[in-house]
């Protein structure tokens, strides 16, 4: 695919199918790690909704790319929050369709972000990436994220 045949933009919050779907690739991302992982249907019409609800929340953006067949072969989601006195801009979603690694989808998506979180006054972009997640690990090393922290957890 070329990279001048993919839209980088907003998400279309009227255009339900578009949300929708990409509900469902943010809900699904952790099957790429975790086998065992299991989505379900309602679990992504809430977050549609959710998304829906945060469309004029101007401290919140949905980018997506969009391929010349008119599918989404990326998104990338952001909010923007106060932590410890700075503006932090948390990256909550971004993925790239499969077939299309390893092309400049994911730096675009980052770039874009990054130009947005500049006009907010944010002063640092972070992500939390799973552990098994190795080639989000390598890419976000690759384009000068840093390691910050190490979450734990124990199953209860």
């Not at 690694?101 to 947005?116: C, D, F, G, P, V």
């Not at 944010?122 to 997640?133: P, T």
Request: net charge positive; charged share 20%; glycine share 4%.
């Amino acid at each position: 695919m070329l990279k001048n045949s993919i839209v980088f933009r907003n998400i279309d919050f009227d255009n339900f199918d578009e949300v929708i779907a990409c509900a469902k690739i943010h809900n699904n991302m952790p099957t790429f790690w975790d086998s065992s992982f299991k989505n379900t249907e309602q679990d992504d019409h809430w977050l549609a909704e959710k998304i829906i609800c945060n469309k004029n929340n101007l401290d919140t953006l949905y980018l997506v790319a969009i391929g010349n067949d008119n599918n989404i072969v990326g998104i990338e989601w952001t909010t923007v929050n106060v932590q410890h006195n700075r503006m932090v801009g948390n990256i909550t979603s971004i993925w790239v369709e499969p077939s299309c690694r390893n092309s400049i989808i994911a730096k675009k998506l980052n770039q874009k972000t990054e130009q947005w979180a500049i006009t907010k006054g944010v002063q640092v972009l972070e992500a939390h990436i799973h552990q098994n997640n190795s080639k989000v690990l390598k890419l976000s090393k690759m384009m000068g994220y840093k390691s910050s922290f190490i979450k734990i957890a124990k199953q209860l």
